[in-house]
């Protein structure tokens, strides 16, 4: 028997208060528990758990529902058009300021164990807009052309982690990890570095 389109609709809303209170709550409290959420949804325990087996997928759904956002702020950055270097930082500029409305939900987030597959898919999305730049930089003579442009990818997302983290344990402010950022990534990719 299969069911409505009415249950159907019903049971997505249901889903989305969920995720958007889960979203909302978890930013704030990245501890916070299933019941808390299920409260902040209006919903009952079992609701949510109707829709996520577990903890930790809804702290997968809520990781996509982020990246979501991050990648529509990269899609609008305008990152096809002018010097590939100025788009790469602009990518970086808006999905850095995206990202940080839930910073304390990514630390939680990325401190749970998860597979070398699972971290590839979760950074998929974000990697291909940043592959498209790269390639185009490289096609144009601005990046380095001997090395994979999936390489560079890989380092512009480890650099990213790197500053993220730099910042989150007050070992270098959020202005000085940023910048270190965007000049060691122009010098990874061999495109020349702004003076100052």
């Not at 597959?117 to 807009?129: F, I, N, S």
């Amino acid at each position: 028997m299969t069911s409505s389109p009415k249950r159907r609709a019903d049971a997505l809303r249901s889903r989305a208060a969920v995720l958007d209170a889960a979203v909302r709550l978890l930013s704030a409290h990245p501890d916070a528990s299933v019941e808390a959420v299920a409260s902040a949804a209006g919903v009952t325990r079992q609701t949510v758990y109707a829709h996520f087996s577990s903890r930790q997928q809804l702290l997968a759904a809520v990781l996509d529902r982020v990246t979501e956002e991050v990648v529509a702020a990269m899609d609008a950055a305008d990152t096809d058009t002018g010097p590939a270097a100025d788009a790469l930082l602009r990518m970086l500029d808006v999905s850095a300021r995206e990202a940080g409305k839930y910073r304390g939900l990514l630390q939680a987030i990325s401190a749970l164990p998860v597979s070398p597959q699972a971290d590839q898919e979760r950074h998929a999305p974000v990697a291909d807009r940043l592959g498209r730049v790269v390639r185009r930089g490289q096609e144009a003579g601005e990046f380095d052309d001997r090395l994979p442009a999936d390489w560079f990818v890989a380092v512009v997302v480890k650099l990213g982690h790197a500053a993220s983290e730099e910042a989150d344990a007050g070992r270098m402010s959020e202005a000085d990890a940023t910048a270190a950022l965007r000049t060691s990534l122009l010098r990874v990719l061999g495109a020349p570095t702004p003076p100052g």
